[in-house]
């Protein structure tokens, strides 16, 4: 087999598409620690699927994406002087990057 025939072909969306998939990133201790593996995290739509958000990183970033894992967080109850509410789910995505490659969040998208 040639190697084209062995890749499987990327889904193409628009640029509007791709700023509104990718909402923010995710910055906390724990998503620093893995930006020193080359896993960036990202905060997207609950709607958003693997290959949107590949699709969105590698067109926003120029970068190449090797993995996108997706996990829905729940809303958490709180309590505001004595009534109970619900944050809204959100859903992260960690992308891991091809060797070398990284991702500067602090210059921001162009």
């Known amino acids: 087999m040639s190697e084209t025939a062995t890749k499987k072909p990327g889904i193409v969306i628009s640029r509007e598409k791709m ?24 905060k997207v739509p609950l709607s958003a699927t693997k290959p949107e958000i590949k699709a969105s990183v590698e067109g926003l970033f120029g970068v190449t994406v090797l993995a996108v894992n997706t996990l829905v967080m729940k809303g958490k109850t709180k309590r505001v002087r004595g009534r109970e509410g619900v944050r809204s ?17 602090t210059t921001g998208l162009a």
């Open 89 to 105: 789910d959100w859903k992260k995505a960690v992308v891991r990057l091809a060797e070398g490659q990284s991702i500067d969040l």
């Open 19 to 42: 700023y509104q998939t990718i909402l923010s990133p995710v910055i906390t201790e724990k998503a620093t620690g893995l930006a020193e593996q080359s896993q960036v995290t990202f």
